[in-house]
């Protein structure tokens, strides 16, 4: 039961001591009226627009987690569009992400993953966005940080791959001319694939991987070889 977190770090906002101009119109989902605030400077509220935002309860919640509670989509991304950054978190290492995906919001977990927020970040049980999904039954927001998870995994082996190709003192000579063209020209593959397939699914990404990890396992062998080895063609 979601009141297990009350008053913790997804469950329901406490009722709050004032009115904070920005909190009817957050979570109705008025987006003009929080960009009035955020962009007229003729608003009375607008110096202390942010402020009023991120201000936060006694476990360490501003007003974008009750905004995500209520699934209000369209005032994460105008709030994104001020340099509101989307990856604070509670005191007991709670995310957007977490609070979307305990109340089911598939909409808000998909424009907060859009607004690259951490979906590999933990609480202090250890619990992922999709762990806290799972635990509550929101199958759709299981399936779907699964499938954010699976492009992450292949975006980051990527970044890593060229990061090491590209790292001298990883590199130490191991590698000749040819297994750096044939890294980073398998890496642009991967990365043109990213960016032009259509609708890929979550085995989808996790094939692409796969054939990445197995093009570089040589690689990956010969970089794990002391130098001297290699230079001195001696069997490793």
Partial sequence: ???????????????????????????????ENVQQIFADPEDPDNEKAMQLLMEKDIVGRDLLYPTCMAGQSAVIRALAKYGVLMK????????????????????TLKTL?????????MTYQDEKARDI???????????FLEWAEAKQALRMLITHVQATIADPEKVQGRLNKEDKNMSL?????????LENT??????DFLDQKQQLEDIMLPI???LATPPSLIRTNLPV
């Avoid at 020209?185 to 694939?193: E, G, Y």
């Fill in 220 to 222: 990956f062998t010969k």
């Fill in 133 to 143: 999904a799972c635990r509550y039954a929101q199958t759709d927001c299981v399936e």
């Fill in 113 to 121: 993953v859009e607004l690259e927020a951490d979906i590999l970040a």
């Fill in 1 to 31: 039961m979601l009141c297990s977190y009350q008053p913790e770090d997804t469950g329901e906002p406490r009722e709050p001591e004032y009115s904070n101009p920005l909190l009817r119109p957050a979570l109705t989902g008025d987006v």
């Fill in 185 to 193: 020209a398998a890496c642009r593959v991967k990365s043109d694939w």
């Fill in 198 to 203: 259509k609708e890929p699914t979550k085995q």
């Fill in 88 to 107: 604070d978190k509670t005191s007991r290492g709670y995310t957007l992400l977490h609070c979307a995906a305990a109340w089911g919001q598939l909409d």
